[in-house]
Each structure stands twice: as C-alpha cells, then as structure tokens.
C-alpha cells in the first residue's frame, strides 16, 4: 500500500529529528555546493522542504527512491528543473548504475536504511556514489522493539506469511546488536570510510498516534505486500500490528516510569503514548586515494 500522500501527510516524526541532526551538522553542509543525493527520498517533502534549504545555494540534489510510485510524486510535487530531481534507485543493487560511480560530493539519507537487508551491499554502493575525499551523512534507525519485533511475528503467522515473505525483511539490520555503534563504525571503516563522527541515541517518537504511526509506516515500501492482500485480510493485519504495537510502547512507557501498576484503562489514552526506539548517526568520508 505504497501511498506517497499518505507518507508525506504522517512523517511529521521524522521531519523533526531530520531536521535537528542538519542542524547538528550545519557548519559542514553549509559549504557544500557540488551534487548531492538523498537515497531513500520516499514523497520528497524531506529533500525539498529540510534538506535543500541548509546547503549551499550552488548544491545540487538527486533524491533516490526504489518505488517508481514515489518518485514520479516527487518529481510531480517537489522536482525542478534547476536544482532538484528524483529517480529510481535500489541502494542494495549489485548492479550500480555507471551514472551514479564517483559522481557525488555528498550523500544522505534519512530513516530509510533500516529496511536495508543486505547493509554492507548499501554502504559499498554509497561508498563507490562517493568522489574521493566527499562526504555521508546518515541517520537510520536502530533498535525499534514496537515496530520491528510485531512485524517479524506476523511474518511468521500463516495468516500473513505467503505474503510477507522472510521475517528478516522487517527487522533492522541494528535492531539485534548488542553494540550498534561499534558495530556500524567497524563496518564503514573496514569498506575504507573515514569516519567522522557515529553514534547511537535514544529517541521518543513526537507521533504519539498509533493510527497515525500506523498509517504512516504502512505506506513505505516495505509494505507493498499489503496490495496482495484481500481487503478484510488486510483490515486484520493492520488492527493485529496496530494492537502489538500499542501493546509493546504501553510497557516500554510503564517501564521508562517505573510504574507497573500505572492504569491506562482509556484507549485513547492507550494508542497516545510516545514509542521508544534508537537511531544511528554517521557522518563519514571517502578517502582520497
């Protein structure tokens, strides 16, 4: 259920975090002026609205997406002609495109690569985007226990598994580690990234709707699988993922508070609670030779 108004109407979450890690890094990318890509652009509302506007007037961007669906409304709602554009991109390709090796001299991405299986694959590709001596900076998710763990389950459930395929492919390639950061920092380093700055945060979700969160997350690719669905299967999972969901943040907010005999009886008041989860940040760079 790839539905890029839908995206852009329910990521005001990300938008805010995104947002204060330019801010974080804005006396480096301030200066950048050359081509720039955004992978995993999604609506576009990100690249053009947050991520344009901090970088030097002379920069370039390309935002990259791997749903067709998404990039033509970016390219139809966010795109021109001098500065901005979309095309289609699968980060975990084998095959990178001729066009995009050693033509970029910055690289972002923003809340996309979590759903990355094969994620040294991604960083070897954004690696070889690179020119030598330019730069990366990320931000993905991490841990993720209320959105990843219900969705690795469901994957299993034989109501939903032919559609859903491998369970692996919801679950961030982080969510498990025990040490992310380090984790991270060794895998960059070892595909020849100079790395900058890498670091592991705790976060709490702005968007304390679960119908909100679930419409959003819903509408990314990774959920495409639902258009396979008949629609009242597909009611009966979104309402399944919907209760694991609140389920597993209510505890996550009880835990936080040190209250287990808090009573949340309200359903509103239930589906209203900020969700706990990790982010990485990397800011790394190519090496010169």
């Not at 961007?61 to 033509?72: A, F, K, L, Q, R």
Request: include cysteine; proline fraction near 3%.
């Amino acid at each position: 259920m790839v539905n890029p108004e839908q995206y852009a109407l329910f990521d005001g979450s990300c938008r805010s975090t995104v947002s204060l890690i330019l801010d974080e890094f804005a006396k480096d990318l301030k200066n950048i002026s050359g081509k720039c890509m955004d992978v995993g652009s999604g609506p576009g509302d990100i690249t053009k609205n947050i991520l344009l506007p901090v970088l030097d007037p002379k920069a370039t961007v390309i935002g990259t997406d791997i749903m067709e669906d998404m990039v033509e409304y970016a390219n139809k709602t966010y795109g021109d002609k001098e500065r901005l554009r979309f095309e289609v991109l699968d980060i975990e390709t084998k095959n990178l495109p001729e066009k995009y090796i050693s033509k970029f001299d910055h690289i972002f991405s923003f809340h996309a690569l979590q759903w990355c299986n094969d994620i040294r694959q991604t960083f070897e590709n954004i690696y070889c985007m690179l020119r030598p001596g330019k730069t990366m900076l990320l931000l993905s998710v991490a841990r993720h226990t209320a959105l990843f763990e219900p969705l690795e389950t469901m994957a299993q459930d034989k109501r939903y598994a032919s559609y859903m395929g491998d369970k692996k492919k919801y679950v961030g390639p982080f969510h498990y580690s025990v040490q992310p950061r380090e984790e991270l920092n060794e895998l960059l380093e070892d595909i020849g990234y100079q790395v900058h700055h890498c670091s592991h945060r705790e976060m709490s979700s702005s968007c304390t709707s679960t119908e909100e969160f679930i419409s959003f997350v819903t509408a990314q690719y990774s959920f495409a699988f639902l258009d396979k669905m008949p629609h009242n299967l597909r009611e009966e999972f979104k309402n399944e993922f919907s209760r694991m969901f609140t389920k597993i943040k209510v505890k996550q907010y009880r835990d936080i508070q040190d209250n287990y005999n808090l009573n949340l009886h309200d359903e509103k008041e239930e589906t209203n609670i900020s969700a706990q989860f990790t982010i990485l940040v990397a800011y790394a760079q190519k090496n010169v030779s």
